[in-house]
């Protein structure tokens, strides 16, 4: 009979099903996960489409500006000759001069400013600028006319300055001798235009900054290696580890390359989002929890279930010492009937031997369960006083030796440590069959006392070692295979030792060892 090799089936099989199911588990999970990361570089792809839509765009509204300008300069230069002719004392109509070129060129100048400053750079006049004399003089009411006249001047010629970095002024001369320049900036209505245009892109980049469902992306002029833009805060980003920054993100995901078509190409790298990452850890978090609560669970119920079988080895020791108990006080009766009767004595006193085996017996069984008694004796005398019983009692083709050193003292219980050598060695006699060599030991160590006893049995296979002293582990057709679970209980349990086989060779024989402390 052999219980707990059908046990071990079981734990197998139950074993391999949970494999299995946290193999299928984790197959599900991380499909989710690669479904979910698709679809981000999926967002990923679409942003970068629409990146390089808005760029597009932003050009295009650039070539419109360019135009624009363009035709302001020209508007510049006719409305600058127009007013040169006007202002020449030439014998051209002067009607035609009023009425004409001044109203339907030089007046209908209302949105593109203009400054004349003389040849000495002096203010000398100027058109639709944004402010005058009276508006600075509300701005400054503490200064005196003369103050904000010069003011007034000052700030006209230093915006002039500024207006002839961005677009070049014209110099026309006047009369001969005399010349006047002419500066000029955008119209109103470019300059409004643009300002929409910097507001699209500055809302563009905050959108990209500040979008947290958006996965983390870094846009990269690939020639120059400039950050266009990034939404990453994990990292902070400067031209000393640019180059790390983007290899990290590059092993990450494959650069998704932005072409525009007109010799500039951006290079967008993204990371996988905190979402993902997260989702990324989950089955593994989820079935290490799973796993501590089924190892907790499994430790309380393990406890619960020794428990229980605690209180069933002593439970059935206890009523096997009770029902023992009454038979043994007849058969004493009896032997003592037979004595006086004068019965051949050989008969009454080998009726006596085994009724006093019997009392042992029954005392060993009823200490389970209960405190043995543990005294500080020699455990050689102990093993001897077993072998020497057991000697006339197994087959004489068994030859037994036994060795013990003096003074092999440690605290045990006489009747359960020879209920101990007696259990190991008829399972070492039943090994060998009935024919070999039984070897007993008792010697000393630092700490402990040793108790090896070798036969020269078939052996026990390795894949059996850690289950011999399981209960139901048999090798026999008979038996319960309670009897290595037993001598493991009384050392373990009783005398805080430990029970082992010491080594085992199939075909050749096993030693087992008993370590009692001293």
Not at 230 to 245: G, P
Request: charged share 30%; hydrophobic share 40%; proline share 3%.
């Amino acid at each position: 009979m052999n219980l707990y090799s059908n046990k071990q089936k079981w734990k197998i099989a139950l074993l391999i099903f949970a494999l299995l199911t946290v193999g299928a588990s984790l197959f599900v999970s991380n499909s989710i996960v690669g479904k979910v990361g698709d679809r981000e570089r999926e967002r990923a792809k679409q942003w970068a489409d629409a990146i390089k839509k808005k760029i597009e765009l932003v050009q295009l509204t650039n070539r419109t500006f360019t135009q624009l300008r363009d035709k302001e300069s020209e508007k510049m230069e006719l409305w600058i000759d127009v007013t040169k002719e006007v202002s020449k004392d030439t014998p051209l109509n002067q009607d035609f001069k009023k009425d004409f070129l001044r109203k339907r060129i030089i007046d209908r100048n209302d949105d593109i400013p203009v400054i004349l400053l003389d040849d000495q750079h002096n203010y000398s006049g100027s058109i639709n600028i944004g402010f005058n004399e009276d508006t600075l003089k509300k701005e400054h009411p503490e200064l005196s006319e003369d103050e904000i006249i010069q003011l007034f001047e000052d700030s006209t010629v230093q915006l002039a300055n500024a207006w002839e970095k961005k677009n070049a002024s014209f110099t026309v001369e006047v009369y001969p001798g005399f010349f006047m320049s002419y500066f000029y900036n955008d119209s109103k209505e470019i300059v409004r235009l643009e300002e929409e245009r910097d507001s699209l892109i500055t809302a563009f980049n905050e959108d990209l900054i500040n979008n947290e469902g958006l996965v983390p992306v870094l846009l990269v002029d690939t020639k120059t290696k400039e950050i266009v833009g990034t939404n990453i805060d994990d990292y902070h980003i400067d031209a000393s580890n640019v180059e790390m920054v983007i290899a990290d993100l590059k092993s990450q995901n494959d650069p998704i390359i932005i072409d525009f078509k007109n010799g500039i190409t951006n290079e967008l790298y993204f990371d996988d989002s905190p979402e993902l990452k997260q989702l990324q850890y989950f089955p593994y978090i989820q079935f290490l929890v799973i796993g501590l609560f089924a190892m907790i669970g499994y430790l309380i119920f393990s406890t619960f279930r020794k428990a229980e079988q605690n209180k069933v080895w002593a439970g059935m020791a206890k009523e096997t010492a009770h029902q023992l108990g009454t038979p043994l006080s007849s058969l004493i009766g009896w032997i003592q009937l037979l004595e006086s009767q004068g019965t051949d004595t050989m008969i009454t006193t080998e009726m006596q031997k085994d009724v006093d085996r019997l009392e042992k017996v029954t005392d060993r069984f009823s200490k389970i369960g209960s405190g043995a008694l543990l005294n500080d004796t020699d455990i050689g005398a102990t093993v001897e006083n077993i072998v020497e019983y057991l000697r006339p009692r197994i087959s004489d083709k068994v030859k037994v030796t036994i060795s013990t050193e003096e003074h092999a003292h440690a605290k045990h219980n006489a009747s359960l440590i020879e209920w101990v050598v007696e259990n190991i060695c008829k399972n070492a006699v039943d090994a060998m069959e009935g024919e070999g060599a039984l070897d007993i030991r008792v010697h000393k160590a630092t700490d402990w006392v040793h108790v090896d006893i070798k036969d020269t049995g078939k052996g026990i296979p390795s894949n059996q070692l850690k289950t011999i002293f399981e209960p139901g582990f048999s090798t026999k057709k008979r038996g319960w295979g309670l009897g290595l679970s037993l001598v493991k209980r009384i050392v373990k349990e009783y005398h805080k030792g430990t029970v082992s086989v010491l080594e085992s060779q199939v075909g050749v024989g096993t030693t087992f060892r008993i370590s009692i402390p001293v």
